[in-house]
């Protein structure tokens, strides 16, 4: 079956949460993503499970090789960096950083002048250092501060929602060249910028291990919207 099962992916997520399974059952019966690349297809029907937009599917703009190098970056122990709270109660494990809600982010950010979300990049980078996973499905303003900084990122997961900001931002984010997952259009939001991470942990995931269970509070916010270097696309 390859390096990454997605059978023995879903069968996981049997296990380790029957609704998960039951919906990805259901999405499985709707559209057929079994062309795209293992790892790529993870990403995709976890998100579309995550949002119920099957648009994804032509929306999200990724590399295999970019995704299979952060599943094997989260499997030696980087770590996840969270814009935002929301991002941070889907992502669990004690790698997990977020600063959006700390004191000292938001003294950095009154001396120096900076959005809060700019601050709190700062202060991750410094915790995590190279290699991290950065998952940004909140503040469009954090994906200018992670591009504007030598943060030399495993890969970037870029999905805030907006018309205007967030359009930008990820469009930046596909014309910088970092390793990066992000969308087309202006959906997005953390539930589905946790469901990409959340993939690719499931992925990273030794074989003799338990599957992670899915949040047990759902997180909510904005659903959103992307190639093998291409484009998904379903069928």
Same mark, same amino acid.
């Given at each position: 079956m390859g390096r990454y099962d997605v059978g023995r992916y879903a069968e996981g997520e049997t296990a380790a949460d029957g609704q998960a399974a039951e919906e990805m059952r259901a999405l499985r019966s709707r559209i057929d993503l079994s062309g795209l690349p293992p790892v790529t297809r993870m990403v995709t029907e976890r998100i579309i499970v995550s &949002?119920? *937009?099957? &648009?994804?599917? #032509?929306?999200l703009v990724c590399s295999e090789p970019w995704?299979?190098?952060a599943v094997g970056a989260l499997a030696a122990g980087a &770590? @996840? @960096?969270a814009d935002g709270p929301m991002v941070a109660a889907g992502i669990p494990g004690e790698l997990t950083i977020c600063k959006a809600g700390e004191s000292l982010t938001e003294r950095l950010a009154r001396t120096a002048g900076i $959005?809060?979300?700019?601050a709190a990049v700062r202060l991750a980078f410094g915790e995590a250092g190279p290699g991290a996973v950065w998952v940004v =499905?909140? *503040?469009? @303003?954090?994906?200018y501060e992670i591009l504007s900084r030598s943060v030399e990122p495993s890969l970037v997961i870029g999905l805030p929602a907006g018309f205007v900001a967030a359009v930008g931002a990820k469009q930046a984010l596909r014309d910088s060249g970092l390793p990066a997952l992000? #969308?087309?259009a202006e959906k997005g939001g953390p539930a589905v910028a946790v469901a990409a991470c959340q993939a690719l942990l499931a992925a990273a995931r030794p074989a003799d291990q338990p599957a992670m269970s899915w949040p047990d509070k $759902? @997180?909510? =916010?904005?659903m959103g919207a992307g190639d093998s270097s291409s484009r998904s696309g379903g069928r």
């Open positions: &949002s119920a *937009e099957f &648009s994804y599917a #032509n929306e995704l299979e190098a &770590s @996840v @960096v $959005p809060r979300a700019a =499905g909140c *503040e469009p @303003v954090a994906i992000t #969308n087309i $759902p @997180v909510t =916010g904005w």
